[in-house]
């Protein structure tokens, strides 16, 4: 079980304890020099490589987290590959370390996030927001003087030079507020600086758009304002109507006198009366979002048929499948039926086909003007097979049941398969007829084997985004209800709206609903897979 | 899930089907094997209409000139490589990297999901150590969160990862595959875990006599033994990724390091009716290589699947 083993010299019956304690001597002499060893170090070496890299590169950007988990990392590997004990831990670290990472620390965050108002307007941080609120409130000061402008760049970053009211030159970029530079004026305009290259009319041209979106601050108080260019050769101060407060906390609408007072709860700037600015930022909201999806009005509607839905169609999806699996296993488990196996091997060939791939196709042969199944099958009807509510459900279901129903059939052949055909001898001698012994033999034996994976099926398809998402994506779309959601939605293509949908990105309130789901899956499965002992057997 | 690995069709075979019920020795004839027998033939047809209407379908469409979804409506109307070679030039949809991007990773994710899923249950399966049944435990409670549902979180870690590690950020192919990776501990290390124990302990022992390292029993004897799980789960994760829409759409965003269900459904998102012809040309390509897959491992695929795993 050690890696000694591999030597077998040291191996000899009588020599075998004085060699192993010389050997404990040194850290170097316990180490076996194999071939093993060599690919071992290179590979831990690389990963060292890696792990210190990214330490510095995080560090250098300030993410102590990711620093943190990295040393830890770091050490946790080389302990487990240059201990002689540890034997398990080999095996798992590279699994465990790429769980950790994309399982469950974003498991955990997508818990984090669902305690907080991240999303559209709650991006960042309470000095982020007052910036972007006094930058989007700009305007050009009517009492500005006209600063004759040069445009300039250093090949990545643009900057403006200025002659100012004293005739002395002053340049600065969007990071860098305006300073006094050394620089030769040449018709009232600052001729070129030192290390940057000057813009030519035709060069600010190309580029006007950067040009015309730079904002050189006038200092490092964002209350001071900026200067900005309409037309690429006068520079004016642009002020914002907003001030900002940091003693009080608050901003200053100074157009229309309106105080907006920093709220740490809702993270956003509230006036007297209630109204918000439009960006805020990432703040803890607690249970807000879990109690938003019950207790708004607007959202508790969409959200309580929703989740009706996503049972419907996972329970339905399963029956269904099951259903016709098993007819069609049934069908073909006769000795004499002929081609029986060609007849299998045909049957399964949807399985083979990639999922998102049926469900485009389908989504084409539904078409209710131009599709296959109106215009050739139905004769040229128009049937709205995917925009009529319940008929698009009912096409979900079916192009489901063309997904599903071969795997289904094939684990009912080989459960069918493995029932003893005594036990049908043995009814039939009793006098059972055919239907009493499928419903006293064949299903309660058959449903033994298949239930765990009748589960798994049944978790599956309650987040089966694919099916849903690429055929009718969640839609017909419910215009009456007040949030973004359509007929044929399920909890999960109903987050991935509410996350990267539509206008506003609310991912605090996605990861809640999130979260919810993985409570509902893991809450029957886990009640289940106790039920038919599943998990008693495995361990 | 014992009672289910005894279910597999390929060990059974002729046993199980001696004296099913209806089997006599004489083959039936006129309204008795109509009973028996001929209803069985009809329900089979039916049911392969339904199975094969779809993919003759989109074969058809893909061979139609027209392009467009109704002149695809008769099948096999006429028949032209036209749109595979629209397909294969149009610049603004670059099919073939998409192909080519969507091979690479799923590939990549297979190779690696099986190295980690295999290591992992042969750890599980061969040692005994303290944590071993909290281990599978948990293993078991992680993977009922499906990593999809973590997408918001999996997208801003990419946002944040990308500052430190440009080259698993968002938008890479690299942290598409190490995501996808996160995912491969849970799901199938029982898989493998159950195959594991059926390879009896003896032949670790003897090896173990003989002088073989735990790392050589496991690359050199244990590895060639469960051949069978390591294709069953090198294919179901390549399909798994294969087809996988949603974390795909979310971490790569530039067309030319897409993958074939997010390019694919700009296809028919954006022009639909028009462009049908090209979409199908293209959903022809990109099955063939899967379905040849199931076809090589078909043997593996079967029993595999009884021992627990759902289409991904």
Same mark, same amino acid.
């Given at each position: 079980m050690t890696d000694t083993s591999t030597r077998p010299t040291t191996r000899t019956p009588s020599g075998s304890a004085p060699p192993a304690r010389a050997a404990r001597t040194s850290w170097w002499g316990r180490q076996d020099i194999t071939r093993g060893f060599w690919v071992k170090l290179a590979l831990v070496a690389l990963v060292d490589a890696l792990g210190v890299y990214g330490v510095l590169a995080a560090g250098a950007q300030k993410q102590w987290g990711i620093v943190a988990f990295l040393v830890v990392a770091l050490v946790a590997v080389n302990v487990v590959y240059f201990s002689k004990r540890m034997l398990p831990a080999k095996y798992l670290v590279p699994g465990l370390l790429f769980l950790l990472v994309y399982q469950v620390f974003v498991v955990l965050y997508t818990g984090y996030t669902a305690f907080t108002n991240y999303g559209d307007g709650h991006n960042s941080t309470q000095a982020d927001a007052v910036e972007a609120i006094l930058v989007q409130n700009e305007a050009r000061l009517p009492d500005s003087p006209a600063y004759p402008l040069t445009v300039i760049s250093d090949g990545d970053q643009l900057g403006f030079a200025v002659v100012d009211g004293d005739g002395a030159a002053q340049m600065g970029t969007a990071e860098e507020p305006l300073h006094p530079v050394d620089a030769p004026i040449e018709n009232g305009h600052v001729a070129s600086v030192n290390g940057w290259i000057t813009l030519s009319f035709n060069d600010i041209l190309e580029q006007q758009a950067e040009v015309f979106a730079l904002r050189v601050p006038i *200092?490092? &108080? %964002? #209350? &001071?304002g900026s200067l900005r260019t309409p037309d690429g050769s006068t520079a004016y101060v642009y002020g914002s109507t907003m001030v900002w407060d940091e003693e009080a906390q608050t901003i200053t609408d100074t157009s229309r006198d309106i105080v907006y007072t920093a709220d740490q709860d809702k993270g956003a700037f509230v006036s007297p009366i209630g109204a918000q600015l439009g960006t805020g930022w990432k703040v803890r909201v607690g249970l807000d979002n879990f109690t938003t999806v019950f207790t708004d009005s607007s959202l508790r509607g969409p959200f309580v048929g929703v989740l009706i839905w996503t049972f419907a169609f996972a329970i339905l999806s399963v029956a269904t499948t099951f259903a016709f699996g098993l007819f069609m296993a049934i069908v073909l488990n006769h000795p004499k039926v002929r081609g029986r196996k060609i007849y299998r091997s045909l049957l399964i060939v949807p399985y083979a086909f990639p999922a998102f791939l049926t469900a485009l196709v389908w989504q084409g042969m539904l078409n +209710? &003007? =131009?599709?296959f199944v109106n215009q050739t099958l139905l004769g040229g009807a128009h049937i709205p097979w995917l925009t009529d509510p319940w008929l698009a459900k009912i096409s979900v279901l079916v192009v489901n049941l063309w997904l599903g129903f071969p795997y289904m059939f094939l684990i009912c052949t080989g459960a069918l398969q493995s029932i003893p055909s005594e036990l049908y001898e043995a009814g039939k001698i009793d006098g059972a007829k055919p239907w009493r012994l499928f419903r006293s033999l064949t299903m309660p034996l058959l449903l033994v084997s298949t239930a765990p994976l009748l589960i798994a099926s049944f978790a599956f398809n309650f987040n089966n985004f694919n099916v849903i998402y690429l055929l009718t994506e969640g839609g017909p779309d419910d215009l009456s209800a007040p949030v973004d959601v359509g007929a044929t939605d399920i909890l999960i293509t109903f987050v991935y709206r509410l996350a990267f949908g539509g206008v506003n990105r609310q991912y605090g309130l996605a990861c809640a609903v999130s979260i919810l789901i993985f409570a509902i899956v893991a809450s029957i499965s886990a009640a289940t897979f106790r039920k038919t002992r599943a998990l008693e057997d495995l361990i | 899930m014992a009672a289910v690995d005894t279910a597999l069709p390929t060990r059974r075979g002729k046993k199980a089907t001696v004296g099913l019920p209806g089997q006599n020795d004489v083959n039936p004839h006129g309204l008795r094997w109509w009973r028996e027998l001929g209803w069985r033939h009809v329900v089979t047809w039916g049911a392969l209409a339904f199975a094969f209407i779809p993919i003759l379908y989109v074969v058809s469409s893909s061979l #139609? %000139?027209?392009? *467009?979804l109704t002149g695809s409506n008769t099948l096999f109307s006429s028949i032209s490589f036209d749109n595979y070679v629209d397909l294969l030039t149009d610049p603004v949809h670059p099919y073939a990297r998409w192909f080519w991007n969507t091979l690479m990773i799923a590939s990549v994710t297979a190779l690696g999901t099986v190295m980690i899923g295999a290591a992992a249950a042969y750890a599980f399966s061969r040692f005994r150590f303290r944590g071993r049944r909290g281990g599978l435990l948990s293993l078991l409670l992680v993977q009922m969160f499906p990593q999809m549902l973590a997408y918001v979180a999996i997208f801003l870690l990419l946002v944040t990862l990308k500052d430190v590690f440009p080259a698993i950020g968002l938008g890479t192919r690299l942290g598409l595959i190490l995501v996808y990776l996160g995912g491969a501990l849970g799901v199938n290390t029982y898989l493998m875990y159950g195959f594991f124990n059926t390879v009896p302990r003896e032949l670790d022992e003897a090896a173990k006599i003989d002088g073989a390292s735990h790392a050589q029993i496991f690359f050199t004897i244990i590895l060639r033994l469960v051949a069978p799980i390591l294709a069953v789960v090198g294919l179901l994760s390549f399909v798994g990724v294969f087809s996988d829409f949603l974390i795909a759409s979310v971490v790569l965003v530039d067309p030319n390091s897409q993958t074939l269900p997010v390019g694919l459904y700009q296809f028919v998102s954006q +022009? =639909?009716?028009?462009?049908w012809g090209v979409f199908a040309a293209g959903a022809v390509l990109a099955a063939i290589p899967v379905v040849l897959l199931f076809q090589f491992l078909q043997r593996y695929i079967v029993s595999g699947l009884t021992a627990g795993s759902v289409k991904g």
């Open positions: *200092s490092q &108080d %964002p #209350n &001071d +209710r &003007d =131009f599709g | #139609n %000139p027209t392009g *467009s +022009r =639909f009716s028009e462009y």
